[in-house]
Nanobody
Framework: QVQLVESGGGLVQPGGSLRLSCANS????????LGWFRQAPGKEREGVAS???????????IYGDFVQGRFTISRDSAKNTVYLQMNNVKSEDTAIYYC???????????????????WGQGTQVTVSS
């Protein structure tokens, strides 16, 4: 059974940085696709970043349009963890951030929530002065 646990959220000032982590606490982090999503109160859950296995040495990575080069998704298989490095954060980045994974191609856009079948509980990111 896959169990994803996010961590690293918290309060950060505009322009600051933080790194979110997502660990599979039940087994090794072997995946086809991992994604980071976020959801602000009253808004739809939106795709932040996705990393899809391409080869053992290379992954296919895409980002939501709003990322604008500020975030980086990466993985560390040795630590069984996937990360979202967030730089130059803005107030509109405030949301609960979720990690998700799926082990097969669904045909959905990797930034669509429907592409995933396992989700973490989320970690709160608050950007405020």
């Amino acid at each position: 059974q896959v169990q994803l646990v996010e961590s690293g959220g918290g309060l950060v000032q505009p322009g600051g940085s933080l790194r979110l982590s997502c660990a599979n606490s039940r087994s090794t982090l072997d995946y086809y696709r991992l994604g980071w999503f976020r959801q602000a109160p009253g808004k739809e859950r939106e795709g932040v970043a996705s990393i899809t296995r391409f080869t053992n040495s290379d992954d296919k990575i895409i980002y939501g349009d709003f990322v604008q080069g500020r975030f980086t998704i990466s993985r560390d298989s040795a630590k069984n963890t996937v990360y979202l490095q967030m730089n130059n954060v803005k107030s509109e980045d405030t949301a609960i951030y979720y990690c998700a994974t799926v082990n097969f191609e669904t045909g959905w856009d990797p930034l669509n929530t429907k592409a995933y079948d396992y989700w973490g509980q989320g970690t709160q990111v608050t950007v405020s002065s």
